[in-house]
């Protein structure tokens, strides 16, 4: 691990416009630099450069961030190898923290495993290259499918004869350990693991091999036309995507993956062009692959060769890429044809014209798939809308499953009343799984525990990005509820207008209004501390000083529900104790890409609204505003004035609840009395308030 002395060294010694001005072309503009984006495609720029703050924002699509994030999301790649390469270019060596014994045991595992990788894929591809019977047969093959010279060198595809441990006996004389090619699989019972195939070295992001497959040339009914490498350390099946070190960089630009079966498919495509490409190697799609892709881009589309038992089959799988919140496509291939011999028959521009142009959402394609098998028969239809319901149950974004119903009604010509009503059974359905599995573990996670374990814990607030602890699943709609709300996720609900009262009814438009307000002001709290904090803000205190000196920052943080938010004013309150200072780039830079990304945001939203440069130039100003970043003052005063009204409103609300149960209640009469005067009171302190935010707006 990168000791943090050298990661404040990078911070402070890169220069943000050093590093984007590797990949983008800038041009000055004021105080700031401008270009166009690199991570979307744009023709007027709108991607910027503050020298001054050391961030970059496009305001155009909203990335955002400090020098070590441009590389990462630039570059695909992991916080460390980003701050490794941006130390590499200032010249500043990189010291690392002592590991423990089992740390380093793993870490020099891995190095052995990727180095017997490295050397396999040498060895194949000199295989290939070099002997005659490589060149007869493997090389031969791979120029059977097109594939050209730099083609086949950039993917690193080989050959593996039929010795039977002729690579072993090559590994044993350039002295690498034999136990090292068993665990990478290269190697079982003092044999070669692979023979007479072509071999697909596989990589992982960072462009190292973890694994091969191959594919024998022979007819051999008793051997698998693939094998694959046995799981490692370092591979892992369900967490790889053949192809997605080298189509990374073109699914962030093209803001789109497509997706196939086979490696052939990858690497003509990729030749063709259409490099944004990957492979799930003839399996089904887990959920770390669709993460894997969703790192890059929310968007998919998925070519299907021709068979249409196969694309029934593969459908069912999908709901799983749905249930990630990804935008998927299907894509259908005439009968008999795989996306590689396709493309050679059509060609790259025919080819990439024919996917646009039959590119169909996931969920449309499927019914009228389905609708074409239930063809005048109504007990089929009824098992489709099941099937159909179930599908659009798994799409998270409520207005998402609203348009799907609606879509999905007229294609059926059906009611949309009796798909609602289904979709909310089914939603129902998926929550009282999700509670009773999260019940069971719970349960079984607390007989473990030690009788001294507190006997009501209080339920752990989380927020949709947070990881749930233990083994307890995941439920991606989960939020913090309010009070008098129920502890169900509101966003499930779509319409309950023919169905009984629901969950998501609770969750009132005004409840929501009130959430959206809260997290704004804490946000606006926050943004007043990460942009100003040190700004004096009179003779005797600064911004961070008023704004904690006034307001009880135990109350305060039990306010807070945004875990990013708690996190920038806890380490705040602690520094400015410390006497220690926290300078915007102390959280621009921070070593948590949670709080950086959220700062660099809350500082390039003032960036955002700027008078224009012919306003300076004309000294045109306006006369009850200053300049956003000098505004500090009267926005510190507005936010604690916002919050505190807030926060008597809602004591408001509380009152008049207790006031009204009083009254149903028939409670005494003194008891509704106090309640009454504690209105009034509360009413006075809240006009006494905005008399003072108006004010200070208009000041």
Known sequence: MIKQKTIQTIFETVKVEDIVSDFVKLTRRGVNYIGRCPFHNEKTPSFTVSPAKNIYKCFGCGEGGNAINFVMEHEQMTYPDALRYVAQ?????????????????EIKLADSLYLVNQFAKDYFQKQLFETDYGKSVGLSYFKQRGFREETIQKFGLGFANGGANDMLQSARTQGYNMSTLDQAGLTKNDRDFFRNRVMFPIHNVSGKVIGFGGRILTQNKKAPKYLNTPESEIYNKR?????????????????????????????????????????????????????LVKRYTPNMTILYDGDAAGIKAALRGLDLVIAQDMNVKVVQLPQGEDPDSYLQKLGATAFKEYIEKEAHDFILFKTNLLLEDASGDPIKKAGLIKDIVQSIAKVPDAIKRSLYVKSCAARMEMSEQLLLQELNKQLRKQIEEFNKQKNYNQNRNNSTYQSNKPSNPTKKKTTPNAQPDGDVPYDPYEHVPMDGEDEMPPDFDVDNSMDAP??????????????????????????ILVNFGERPLDEESTVA??????????????????????????????????????PTSFFTGHSDPAIAKFSIDLVSSIDQYTYSDGWEKMNVFLNTQEMPDKNHVADAKSCILYFKLRKIEGMMVKNQKELKKAQEEKAPFEDVIILLKVQQQLIEIRTGLAAQLHTVVLR
């Open 89 to 105: 270019k200032y010249g500043i060596e990189i010291e690392e923290n002592e590991l423990t014994e089992e740390e380093k045991a």
């Open 502 to 527: 629901t969950f998501a009814e609770k969750a009132t438009s005004q409840t929501a209004m009130e959430r959206a307000n809260k997290e704004y002001q804490e946000m606006d709290i926050v943004r």
């Open 545 to 582: 000083e008023f704004l904690f000196l006034d307001m009880e920052m135990v109350d305060f943080l039990n306010e807070f529900n945004d875990k990013t938010c708690i996190s920038i004013v806890t380490e705040y309150l602690e520094r400015l104790k410390a006497d220690l200072p926290t």
């Open 239 to 291: 967490k790889s995507l053949y192809g997605v070190y080298f189509a990374r960089k073109a699914m962030v630009k093209q803001d789109e993956c497509y997706m196939v079966e086979g490696y052939t498919d990858v690497i003509s495509l990729h030749q063709a062009g259409i490099e944004n490409i990957v492979a799930s190697s003839g399996t089904s799609l887990t959920v770390e692959q669709i993460q």
